[in-house]
């Protein structure tokens, strides 16, 4: 491996300079960039991705609050939440941290968030922007594993991706982005899912090959081709409780070009584009 995509140094100096122009907002005699974020239920990694998110925004100089319901609370008690927080100008951007029980209807959750609030991009409205190559907001892991190649010289125009999953938040978001006429995209990509025929034979002829599928170590060695670039979105609890991605990162690393790692790659750049985007809806 020539390369680590090492997402936690680079998302740290791109949080320096947002904390730099979050200041120059704050001495021009603007209100601090705010964000919301709303957790129901008391999942661990969803306190933890919640956790790290309002930390993030106290060291860029932004404000964040908090809002914990209980795993019982109704759907309409929520959606009341979201319309307290539409019509609060103190904030900017609103999150509600995903996955949500099941007696509540994600989409409609998401639907109620003003479209010019959800830093997340998760809108229908954001996601038709987004399809339409003029997106309001990037969504956040999607952009993050993007500006992890490009600003470590891989870009993807003209390269064959294969993205394995296709989730609303990851693998569907990025094939637009990588397929738009634009900086960062440009590339030639392929979906692939649980129902797709001969996988490695999709991610072996793969320039690039992003790992979002959500099962710790169904990337393997044989899978990728020599010199290729591996991007590893996956966050799984291994049965130590410790974070691993979706790639076999030992068995992959020695054959490849470049590789994120898991903790310390992906991850920091989707909080990174997070608080990029809520700096963007303070406008
Ligand atoms: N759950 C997993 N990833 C995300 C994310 O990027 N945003 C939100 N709101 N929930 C998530």
Redesign the pocket.
């Known amino acids: 491996m020539d390369v680590l995509l090492d997402g936690k140094k680079l998302a740290e100096s791109m949080q320096s300079e947002l904390a730099e122009r979050v200041a120059a907002r704050l001495k021009a005699g603007k209100t601090p960039p705010g964000l919301a974020t709303v957790l129901v239920g008391s999942d661990p990694a969803?306190q933890v991705?919640v956790r790290t998110k309002r930390r993030t925004c106290e060291k860029l100089g932004m404000t964040s609050t908090h809002y914990d319901l209980p795993p019982t609370v109704s759907q309409s008690e929520l959606l009341a939440l979201i319309a307290k927080l539409n019509a609060d100008s103190s904030v900017h951007g609103i999150?509600?941290?995903?996955?949500l029980p099941s007696h509540i209807e994600e989409s409609a959750v998401i639907r109620a968030i003003d479209p010019r609030k959800d830093v997340?991009a998760?809108h229908p409205e954001n996601l038709g922007l987004l399809a339409a190559g003029h997106p309001r907001f990037k969504?956040?892991?999607p952009a993050g594993v993007i500006e992890l190649l490009v600003r470590n010289d891989i870009d993807p125009a003209g390269q064959d991706v294969v993205i394995v999953g296709r989730s609303n938040?990851v693998g569907k978001p990025l094939a637009l982005l990588l397929a738009q006429k634009w900086p960062g995209g440009n590339a030639t990509v392929t979906i692939a899912h649980t129902r797709t025929r001969d996988l490695a034979a999709h991610t072996r002829r793969a320039d690039i090959v992003i790992a979002a599928a959500g099962q710790a170590g169904c990337i393997t060695a044989d899978m990728v081709k020599a010199g290729a670039v591996v991007v590893d979105v996956g966050?799984n609890r291994g049965p130590d409780g410790k974070l691993v991605g979706d790639v076999d990162f030992a068995g992959v690393a020695p054959k490849v070009r470049a590789i994120s790692p898991v903790p310390g790659g992906v991850g920091p750049m989707?909080i990174t584009m997070?608080m990029f985007n809520t700096l963007l809806a303070a406008g």
């Not at 999150?95 to 996955?99: E, K, M, R």
């Open positions: 969803s991705y999150l509600v941290q995903l996955p997340d998760f969504p956040c892991t938040i966050t989707t997070l």
